[in-house]
Structure formats: structure tokens, C-alpha cells
């Protein structure tokens, strides 16, 4: 089974508008964090945020909001205010703590383009 | 900025010869990650050291592959005898403890031919 699914292989948004891209989880682990990175065509995963299976607030990085609701599984990353940078590749990921034994690796989904029109 | 660096950013080779891959992880971060990605597909794991130890081994790295650490600071991931198949883009990361985020490198981007 899908560890993350990332169901919109395309996005559209205009400039100054908002967006979600989703994502949802399977896990077993009580203990867990999920990740957002953005993948632009140059190749570099850039670290967007985190969030805590046990973080009682949803996490804010400045324009990026995660929408974490724990009991559907899903963790979806808001984008406030699109700009035409923000065009890219986004990887939904989570890490598990399985006994410690996960030492901290990441699985991935399969990512959603998103494309910000002026 | 002190982020991971990746050396080299591209490589073309021929199929059956070897290649090397380096990888500076962030300053003190004692744990280092090593990644495959090809077209369209997410991050797959692949190798995991912690300090100068190889902890974690993905059955995605055959005998072909074999990575380093040898110091606990930088990392180096050799493909012997590369195959079409091989051609993809590697990527390292780091990370602080295994609470702390992943912060990833720019990629090494593999062209097989």
C-alpha cells in the first residue's frame, strides 16, 4: 500500500491566489512527522515545512500552511498569495519512528506540479 | 551558505564504466542520506549513515553501488559498472537527529549512454 499519495498530478493557480495541494498518509506509528519540499526544474529539494504528529498546532512557514488533520490522514500544504516562482514540483513525505529503527529516512509521494499563471 | 553541496551536478558516461558522487553534508550534521530519483517519480531511498557508520542499506543499492563515509563528514556514492537503468538523479541530504528536517542537496544528475 501507498505510503503517501498525492492524488493531483497537476495544479493551475493565478498569481495572488491561494491553493492547497493534497496529501494523505498511512501509517501504523503513533510517532511520525510529515514534510513538504519544492522541486523547481533545477533539481534541488528545498525544505518547506514540518509537522509533528504530535504538534497540537497546524505548522505555518510564512506563505506555506499545513492543513494537518490527523484522524482523515492528511496532511495538505496551503500556498497563500501565489507568486510565479512558486511554480514547481511539490513532494508531499513522511518519516517514521518505528521503533527508531527508521533512522529519520523519508518516503515520498509522487509529487504535484503546480504551475502559477501571471 | 553552508546548505549540502554536490559534486558534480551532471555526469555523462558511458555504459560498463564507473562513477563517483560526493556529497558535503551541512556543517555537523551527523546524519547523512543518499537518495535516487528518476523522472517523475519521488525520492527513493537508498543509504543512511550516521557519523562514519552505514547503517541502512536499501535493496535499491545492488553490489554495483557501494557508499562512504569515511571521516563521518562527507559522503561519496560510487556506481561500478553503470547501466542505462542507472541514469537518474542521486541526491544527499543531512539532518541534525532524526527529529530535526531533512535538508537536502541540489542533485547529481547521472546520463548513462
Known amino acids: 500500500a501507498q505510503k503517501i499519495t498525492q492524488t493531483q498530478p497537476g495544479m493551475f493557480v493565478q498569481e495572488k491566489e491561494a491553493v492547497t495541494l493534497d496529501c494523505t498518509y498511512d501509517t501504523s506509528d503513533p510517532s511520525y512527522g510529515l514534510f513538504w519540499y519544492k522541486q523547481p526544474s533545477s533539481g534541488e529539494m528545498i525544505f518547506l515545512i514540518y509537522?509533528?504528529?504530535?504538534?497540537?498546532q497546524n505548522a505555518t512557514e510564512g506563505r506555506y500552511s499545513l492543513n494537518f488533520q490527523k484522524a482523515r490522514k492528511s496532511a495538505n500544504l496551503v500556498i497563500s498569495a501565489s507568486q510565479l516562482g512558486d511554480s514547481a514540483m511539490y513532494f508531499c513525505a513522511m518519516r517514521e519512528n518505528a521503533g527508531g529503527t527508521s533512522y529519520g529516512k523519508l518516503t515520498f509521494g509522487q509529487g504535484t506540479i503546480l504551475t502559477v499563471h501571471p | 551558505d553552508t546548505g549540502v553541496s554536490q559534486d558534480p551536478r551532471h555526469k555523462i558516461t558511458k555504459r560498463g564504466q564507473n562513477v563517483t558522487f560526493r556529497c558535503d553534508p551541512i556543517?555537523?550534521?551527523?546524519?547523512l542520506y543518499w537518495y535516487r530519483q528518476t523522472l517523475g517519480q519521488g525520492p527513493e531511498f537508498l543509504t543512511y549513515?550516521?557519523?562514519?557508520?552505514?547503517?541502512?542499506k536499501s535493496r535499491l543499492l545492488s553490489d554495483r553501488f557501494s557508499a562512504e563515509r569515511p571521516k563521518g563528514s562527507f559522503s561519496t556514492l560510487e556506481i561500478q559498472r553503470t547501466e542505462q537503468g542507472d541514469s537518474a538523479m542521486y541526491l544527499c541530504?543531512?539532518?541534525?537527529?532524526?527529529?530535526?528536517?531533512?535538508?537536502f542537496g541540489e542533485g547529481s544528475w547521472l546520463t548513462v549512454v
Open positions: 541530504a543531512s539532518s541534525s537527529t532524526g527529529f530535526d528536517p531533512i535538508y
Open positions: 549513515f550516521q557519523n562514519e557508520a552505514q547503517l541502512e
Open positions: 556543517s555537523e550534521h551527523n546524519r
Open positions: 509537522q509533528g504528529s504530535y504538534d497540537q
